[in-house]
C-alpha cells in the first residue's frame, strides 16, 4: 500500500478551500497539480480511497418522499459580474434557413454580455 500521508494533505487542504468539491472534482485538481509539478498522475480510484478513509467525502444527496425539490426560475444575486446565465433560440428567415442567436445575461442587472447569431450547421 502506498504511503498516503502526502496525499491526505493535498487533499485537506484542496477540501478546506473548496468544501462543495466532491471526489472528482479534488482529483482533477490535484491531477493538474501534478501535471505542473511534472509529478506521477494520480488515480481517481486511489484519492476517492483516501478521502472515504479519511472522512472527507460530500455526503450523497438522497430524494426525501414528500420533499419536492423545486425552482421558482428566478436566481437572485446581490452584486453585478458574480453569475451568469446563457440562452438561446432558432428561428428561420424569409428565405427558410435557420439562424441561431445565442447570448450570456448578468444574473444581478439582466445585463446582456455577449451575444453571437450565426447560421445554422443544418
Given at each position: 500500500?502506498?504511503?498516503?500521508?502526502?496525499?491526505?494533505?493535498?487533499?485537506?487542504?484542496?477540501?478546506?478551500?473548496?468544501?462543495?468539491?466532491?471526489?472528482?472534482?479534488?482529483?482533477?485538481?490535484?491531477?493538474?497539480?501534478?501535471?505542473?509539478?511534472?509529478?506521477?498522475p494520480i488515480n481517481v480510484k486511489r484519492v476517492y480511497r483516501v478521502m472515504r478513509d479519511h472522512d472527507v467525502l460530500l455526503e450523497r444527496w438522497r430524494e426525501q418522499s414528500g420533499v419536492a425539490r423545486c425552482h421558482e426560475g428566478r436566481v437572485a444575486v446581490d452584486t453585478s459580474k458574480t453569475h451568469w446565465c446563457s440562452d438561446g433560440f432558432e428561428f428561420r428567415d424569409e428565405n427558410g434557413d435557420k439562424r441561431r442567436v445565442t447570448f450570456t445575461l448578468d444574473c444581478c442587472d439582466r445585463e446582456a454580455i455577449s451575444w453571437v447569431a450565426s447560421p445554422s450547421a443544418t
Amino acid at each position: 500500500m502506498l504511503n498516503d500521508a502526502a496525499l491526505v494533505e493535498q487533499i485537506k487542504h484542496a477540501v478546506s478551500t473548496l468544501p462543495s468539491y466532491g471526489y472528482r472534482r479534488i482529483w482533477g485538481l490535484l491531477r493538474r497539480q501534478h501535471e505542473q509539478q511534472a509529478q506521477r498522475p494520480i488515480n481517481v480510484k486511489r484519492v476517492y480511497r483516501v478521502m472515504r478513509d479519511h472522512d472527507v467525502l460530500l455526503e450523497r444527496w438522497r430524494e426525501q418522499s414528500g420533499v419536492a425539490r423545486c425552482h421558482e426560475g428566478r436566481v437572485a444575486v446581490d452584486t453585478s459580474k458574480t453569475h451568469w446565465c446563457s440562452d438561446g433560440f432558432e428561428f428561420r428567415d424569409e428565405n427558410g434557413d435557420k439562424r441561431r442567436v445565442t447570448f450570456t445575461l448578468d444574473c444581478c442587472d439582466r445585463e446582456a454580455i455577449s451575444w453571437v447569431a450565426s447560421p445554422s450547421a443544418t
